[in-house]
């Protein structure tokens, strides 16, 4: 497809916004040397999503992109399929609902109870069906440059972003070459994936020769997730969990960890790099003290 024109000068489609009104709150605290003193922390609220007339979820979220979100997350748990026609979804600011429409009731709605998601970083909302999604799956067999990959992590690690003004914060972009395209930031890395997979369905944006790129860990959800949009690598500056790795290698998931100034590890999908950098040209980072390779 055509993508949209760009809004900013770093190439973004969608950047992050730190000084939107609502994301963060200033509040008073008293530093180690005693002196009170202001920072910015980031706010959380609940979202409920409905299927039609079903309530399905309630996520704890930073309030951006709600129709993103919630479409992303009913496309990520299969709930809502590329088949399936969307009529409308619909936020309700005061409520903090969204409720997406299709054109016939799914068959998702009758058999499910309602979970609650939270935003700790290890807990995720998994449905049971999420693995069988994976079934004869086949990923592009698409070709990434380790340049281009260097040329991400720098271009990212610079964005002005809500990780850098307040913390407590993931980021998740989508990348096609050397480009971040649309980079989403939540509580929950799981949230901030699902906004890129809502985005995605609704400009109808193709998935085989983009990157993934998040800021935490590659967990199984995040490798099954990626899998289900159809996104062939998935990278990280942070590690991995042993499911993911394993979860990748079962579906061919190119997995990219550690991506820290001249290093990287891949442990899965190694037939997808093409090696045309030298590491010695790339800026590294030091190592922080006390920590080897997060």
Known sequence: MQLAKRDNTDGYLIAPDPGRTGLTRAVSGTDHLGNIT???????RPLTIFLNAQEIVTAMTIGDYPEYLALGFLRNQGMVS???VVTAVDFDEELEVVVVRTDVQTDHEE??????RTSGCAVGTVFGDMME??????????QVKTSDLYALAAKINRTPSLYLEAGAIHGTVLCH?????????DVGRHNAVDKIAGWMMQTGTTAADKVLYTTGRMT??????????????LASRSGFTAWGVEIAQQVGLTL????????????????RLVWDADPS???????KSGRKGA
């Open 38 to 44: 202001q920072i910015s922390v980031v706010e959380e």
């Open 82 to 84: 590329d088949t399936d």
């Open 111 to 116: 058999k499910l109870k309602k979970k609650t």
């Open 133 to 142: 999604g994976l079934e004869g799956l086949v990923l592009p067999a698409t």
């Open 177 to 185: 070459g050397d480009q971040p395209l649309v980079y989403m930031e």
């Open 220 to 233: 199984s959800e995040m490798v099954i997730k990626t899998a289900m949009m159809g996104i062939p690598v």
């Open 256 to 271: 990219i960890g550690r991506m820290r100034g001249q290093r990287f590890m891949c442990l899965s999908g190694q037939e």
């Open 281 to 287: 040209a790339v800026k590294d980072e030091p190592r």
